[in-house]
């Protein structure tokens, strides 16, 4: 193909909360046996992206871990590969990534280098399965400057969280609002650009000498009226994991029979590091409905509409409903989880009682919090 991809995966935010804590919001787990980055760097793989760079920050080291080889991917080869590329100490800069455009022009040598036209600019945080090839021929198709992929979010649903586009009847963008508070549209951004190699650089360049470093607010929204920014609508699935409540939603999908055939069945696959684990053991006493179980998992009490992710221990008499509970969970005899996230290598307790009455509860060490 004739573009490189980068991927955003710096960010995070306070709406993830303690989930956030110890890793980067691209690092979520995502599925029963993903992470969320994956699916960006499988769509990439899957449209023949063969050179990609990542770009980290917030609580790297679990991302940088699951990124440490690149043959789970594809990306393992001599012509072109996967990077990684973490904020670094030069004579001429000691900052972190002051925002995404910030983020691309400290790698902006990344950029120089390369021979490919286009560039892909994805997120690190977001859901779906997308063949970028059909963006690009779209993209040389309208002569454009800039493509942004969007979609139409379901009538009601909250859009304050999302940049907001309206374009007109030939799909071209004529307003752009970053988390507007109150928008005429339901169709938004879902993050993911195309621009052409040369332009993006100039773009950057420019920023960078004005010290703006927002790639939405200081390069989209400013360049709006002076190119030619399109949009592309995507229909399929597709969901943005950056709050508690859309993470859990979204992991609640997964137990759609429609969302998991789509992801776990239909082509292309989304590829993920592989853990040596046994298959999930279900003792006498197990009583699994509607659930995820995914390896290394013990299970000896009733699991209904939950996740399990990998290594989790369930304990006798325990109830578990339409919860999620992340890797190496160690859950004692007599235990009711509900409407729960239980954060990743904890213990809970026998005979302890953990439930959301009026909203998501996320459960970890020494800490509880409900989520409205």
């Known amino acids: 193909m004739k573009a490189i991809g980068i991927i955003l995966a710096g960010g995070n935010n306070s709406r993830m909360q303690e989930l956030s804590n110890k890793r980067a919001i691209a690092a979520m787990p995502i599925g029963g046996s993903y992470r969320s980055i994956d699916f960006a760097l499988s769509n990439m793989s899957n449209s023949h992206v063969q050179t990609v760079a990542v770009l980290t920050q917030y609580s790297a080291r679990s991302l940088n871990e699951h990124l440490s080889s690149s043959k789970w991917w594809d990306f393992g080869r001599k012509q072109g590969g996967l990077f990684v590329f973490n904020p670094t100490v030069t004579v001429d800069n000691s900052w972190w990534y002051r925002g995404t455009a910030d983020a691309m022009y ?19 945080d977001c859901i779906y399965k997308l063949d970028y090839n059909k963006v690009l021929d779209y993209h040389i198709e309208k002569k454009a400057d800039i493509t942004v992929v969007c979609k139409d979010m379901a009538p009601g649903e909250d859009v304050s969280r999302y940049g907001v586009v309206r374009m007109n009847e030939d799909s071209k963008i ?50 709006k009226n002076m190119k030619q920014i399109y949009g592309y609508k995507m229909k399929e699935y597709w969901s943005n994991i950056a709050t508690v409540e859309s993470y859990y939603q979204t992991n609640m999908d997964f137990l759609k029979p429609e969302v998991r055939k789509y992801f776990f069945h239909d082509e292309p696959k989304i590829y993920s590091k592989v853990d040596d684990l046994p298959p999930a053991k279900y003792n006498i006493g197990s009583d699994v409905r509607n659930s995820l179980i995914a390896s290394g998992c013990i299970v000896n009490s009733k699991v209904e509409n939950s996740i399990l992710f990998k290594k989790v221990f369930v304990g006798k008499n325990c109830v578990i409903k339409n919860s999620i509970i992340l890797n190496d969970v160690y859950i004692g005899d007599n235990t009711h989880i509900e409407n729960c996230i239980v954060e990743s290598r904890d213990t809970l307790k026998a005979n302890t009682y953990y439930c959301g009455d009026n909203g998501i509860k996320i459960v970890s060490e020494n800490n509880e919090r409900y989520v409205l």
């Open 106 to 124: 400290q790698n902006i040598n990344f950029l120089k280098k390369r021979h490919e036209p286009y560039v892909i600019i994805t997120s690190g």
């Open 174 to 223: 004529v307003e752009f609002e970053e988390k507007p508070m109150v928008s005429k549209s339901n169709t938004v951004s879902t993050g993911i650009y195309i621009v052409r190699r040369r332009q993006l650089i100039e773009m950057l360049e420019r920023s960078a000498a004005e010290e703006r470093w927002d790639f939405v607010t200081d390069i989209l929204i400013r360049y």
